[in-house]
């Protein structure tokens, strides 16, 4: 049997530091990822909506229709500003 598991399931410590050192480096990546690309949380946030607006059956083929729409850049530019107004409405 393999020292490093127990019942096919325990790494030992070795291997497990290993393995959490790599899931922090690609959290930690993932992470600056996003910090350098803002507007993923702005198209995030349309495609959310448009989902919650419109509620389809088959959301798979709602996003390929949504996410490859030629004025998909103006539409997350106008969800923006709407959500900045809002958000705006909200601190009065």
Known sequence: MDDCQVNGTLLCAEKQKKLMDNMNNIRVSNEKYLREHPEIND????FVSEVLKNKP??????????????????D????????????ELDKK
């Open 43 to 46: 198209i995030v946030g349309y």
């Open 57 to 74: 059956k088959d959301i798979q083929e709602y996003a390929a229709k949504v996410l490859s729409k030629d004025t998909l850049r103006e």
């Open 76 to 87: 997350v530019a106008r969800y923006k500003e709407e959500y900045i107004e809002i958000q």
